[in-house]
Every structure is written in C-alpha cells, then in structure tokens.
C-alpha cells in the first residue's frame, strides 16, 4: 500500500540544499527552511515558500543568488551514503514516534498534480507505520510549471 512505502533519500537532498543556502546566506542551516518537489531525477526548490531566519527567501537573497542555488542544489544528487543514512534515520525514527514534522520523501502519487501511480518528491506527514498525508506547499505559477514537467506533465 502506498502508506508503507516512503523513499527518505529526498530529505538528503534537502538537509545538502540547506547547506548550501546557508552558505550563500552567511547564517547557519538551522536558519535555513527549504523543501523539494519533483521527480526522482530532477527537482524544484520552491523559493517562494523556503525561509532564512525566519524570512522570505525570495526577500533574503537576489534572484540571482537564487538562481545560482538551483544549479549548484541540482549538482547535489545523489547525495552521499552518511547523508542517506541520516535522512533515513530520521524518517524511520518520525514514522515509529508518528512525529508531526513533514518531511521531503518519495513517494507514489495518487492524483497530486493529475498524476497517478508515479513517484515523486514531496513534502509529507508521517503516522505510525507510514504516509500520514501529502502536505503541498502553495506554488508559484512557475515552480507548478517547473514541477508539472519534472513529473512529465
């Protein structure tokens, strides 16, 4: 069923995306919210919903630095074996403890964005055992573009 079946590999992704933003933000990752969307080949950041110290991203950083980020965010995968791991472990930990965080996981889609019975990327709250729900982000009307076609739509 599709509640047991969570990929943890997405929030690799992400825990390497707030790395590098911090970078470029000159703060600490913790500072640092961001999530991703998409396939399992190619990614969205969705800028207008990621946060740097607890403000807009898009109000934080010029869009060129946001620009800059995706290009280098997309040369982050895959991630490497202790940030799987770690990703995992803490998936596996939220879903026996049904933590209220969301995090980024793969997962087989079930009439998100029209599609049925892809796996893609996206932000998700845990129960015991498994998938508690989908929990989209409002997008932009680019990055609903940018990620109707990382699903091939």
Not at 65 to 93: C, K, Q
Request: proline fraction near 7%; include cysteine; glycine fraction near 12%.
């Amino acid at each position: 069923p599709r509640e047991r079946l969570l990929g943890s590999a997405p929030g690799a992704l992400a825990a390497a995306a707030r790395a590098v933003v911090a970078l470029e933000a000159g703060c600490s990752a913790t500072d640092v919210q961001v999530g991703v969307v998409g396939s399992g080949t190619s990614f969205v950041i969705p800028w207008s919903q990621a946060s740097i110290g607890g403000h807009s991203a898009e109000g934080v950083l010029p869009a060129a630095a946001l620009a800059r980020l995706d290009r280098r965010i997309g040369l982050l995968w895959p991630p490497g074996p202790e940030t799987l791991g770690n990703a995992a472990a803490h998936l596996v930990e939220a879903v026996a403890l049904a933590s209220r965080r969301i995090f980024p996981a793969f997962v087989v889609l079930n009439g998100e964005f029209g599609v049925r019975r892809v796996v893609a990327t996206v932000p998700v709250s845990v129960a015991r055992g498994g998938l508690g729900e989908v929990r989209m982000p409002p997008l932009s009307a680019r990055e609903q573009v940018q990620v109707e076609s990382a699903l091939g739509g």
